[in-house]
């Protein structure tokens, strides 16, 4: 089995800053995407950034510019360096990540137990 652990969300004034991380563990043989979701009240979860092995990143428009996602592969860690936080971004954020857990080609997706992050106006 693979588990994820995410750390350091919270809370934060507006236009403060905040970095998640999210470390992976378990039965991997490779991870190929990672990425970060969230889920706001009464919302459906949205993606907000995701990152390849080869470091080609995907932000949600809502995000662009004020948010950064990073990793380290040998740590199969990711991170999400989130600035100009305002109070639409409070959410429970998500980690995921795209396994494969040996020689197969065969892929399994993983999720973090989510981490609260408070943005107050």
């Known amino acids: 089995q693979v588990q994820l652990v995410e750390s350091g969300g919270g809370l934060v004034q507006a236009g403060g800053s905040l970095r998640l991380s999210c470390a992976a563990s378990?039965?991997?043989?490779?991870?190929?995407?990672m990425g970060w979701y969230r889920q706001a009240p009464g919302k459906q979860r949205e993606l907000v950034a995701t990152i390849t092995s080869g470091g080609i990143t995907n932000y949600a428009d809502s995000v662009k510019g004020r948010f950064t996602i990073s990793r380290d592969n040998a740590k199969n860690t990711v991170y999400l360096q989130m600035n100009s936080l305002i109070p639409e971004d409070t959410a429970v954020y998500y980690c995921n990540a795209r396994v494969r857990r040996s020689l197969s080609p065969r892929e399994y997706d993983y999720w973090g137990q989510g981490t609260q992050v408070t943005v107050s106006s």
């Open positions: 378990g039965s991997i043989f490779s991870i190929n995407a």
